[in-house]
């Protein structure tokens, strides 16, 4: 059985084959076809690799697409929760208080086969109705802090330093 070798392994037996080429007295008769050999491996390797990053891509942007239809779905859904609730609302705050206070009893109490209904008052949502003349120990105040990486960036590539901040340099490949 012939195990086939990573890019890594390939790459460092080019290396080698490299290293010997430069070594004193190198056989080059077998050493240069032995690294033509290495480079069609590693050719053929990479060849691969680009195939593969080339389904991975595929199979993104298909996530990408089912993520967007998932939050469409979701949307619809939770539109279609608000309209349930706004028709719950009406009927708990219009319609069955309504037909509670018309054809209730004295007491406010009107009874169907499934359920008693019993009219009642309560504290509702306090309103602001001018925001201005509220006093001050009746208002919250939040404040949020966050840094600022994109203008951190440009005053670290110009070389200063900022306490508590680094910008490292990274190296990357373009696919063309």
């Known amino acids: 059985m012939k195990v086939k070798k990573t890019a890594r392994e390939l790459l460092g037996d080019y290396i080698?084959?490299?290293?010997?080429?430069?070594?004193?007295?190198?056989?080059?008769?077998?050493l240069l076809p032995a690294m033509d050999?290495?480079?069609?491996?590693?050719?053929?390797?990479?060849?691969?690799?680009?195939?593969?990053?080339?389904?991975?891509?595929?199979?993104?942007?298909?996530i990408d697409a089912e993520i967007e239809a998932l939050k469409s779905e979701e949307t619809r859904?939770?539109?279609?929760?608000k309209a349930v609730q706004n028709l719950k609302d009406y009927f708990n705050?219009?319609?069955?208080?309504?037909?509670?206070?018309?054809?209730?009893?004295?007491?406010?109490?009107?009874?169907?086969?499934?359920a008693r209904y019993k009219m009642f008052e309560t504290w509702g949502p306090t309103l602001v109705l001018d925001e201005e003349s509220v006093p001050d120990d009746?208002?919250?105040?939040?404040?949020?802090?966050?840094?600022?990486?994109?203008?951190?960036?440009?005053?670290?590539?110009?070389?200063a330093k900022i306490p508590g901040l680094a910008l490292?340099?990274?190296?990357?490949?373009?696919r063309s």
Do not use: Q
């Open 138 to 159: 009746f208002k919250k105040v939040t404040y949020t802090e966050s840094v600022d990486k994109k203008k951190a960036k440009e005053v670290l590539k110009t070389g």
């Open 16 to 30: 080698d084959l490299e290293i010997e080429v430069d070594s004193p007295d190198p056989d080059l008769e077998v």
């Open 168 to 174: 490292t340099k990274v190296r990357r490949v373009r």
């Open 77 to 81: 859904l939770k539109v279609r929760r």
């Open 37 to 62: 050999k290495v480079k069609g491996l590693i050719k053929k390797k990479v060849d691969g690799i680009d195939h593969f990053m080339m389904e991975l891509s595929r199979r993104e942007h298909l």
């Open 93 to 114: 705050g219009s319609l069955i208080p309504m037909i509670v206070e018309e054809l209730g009893d004295e007491d406010g109490v009107y009874e169907t086969d499934t």
